[in-house]
């Protein structure tokens, strides 16, 4: 699986970004989960939000329910997050990923795009 994020950038406390991932596979991405997962300076790396490629499972983390939207266009092949009500301690490198589902570990990762949210 090859993944390609992009969107990140700087916007003010309260605002607004989108992310999107470009993905593929050889075969088909029908039994993965697609994720995005953050790194703020001087911590772990931490979940975000998921989708499954199949259908339309969704999780998120309790830091950004109700701000941030993760989705999925089968036709593009991307993975979209919607960051609504930025902080700024949402200043973090995001990271797309990808795991077979009912794998515990993301496997396949793209590069870092970042967001950074001025106060």
């Known amino acids: 699986v090859q993944l390609q994020a992009s969107g990140g950038g700087l916007v003010q406390a309260g605002g607004s970004l989108t992310l999107s991932c470009a993905a593929s596979a050889p075969r088909t991405l029908s039994y993965y989960v697609m994720g995005w997962l953050r790194q703020a300076p001087g911590k772990q790396r931490e979940f975000v939000a998921g989708v499954t490629w199949s259908g339309h499972i969704t999780n998120y983390a309790d830091s950004v329910k109700g701000r941030f939207t993760v989705s999925k266009d089968k036709f593009k092949n991307t993975v979209t997050l919607q960051m609504n009500g930025l902080k700024p301690e949402d200043t973090a490198l995001y990271y797309c990923?990808?795991?077979?589902?009912?794998?515990?570990?993301?496997?396949?990762w793209g590069q870092g795009t970042l967001v950074t949210v001025s106060s």
């Open positions: 990923a990808a795991k077979l589902r009912g794998a515990s570990d993301y496997a396949f």
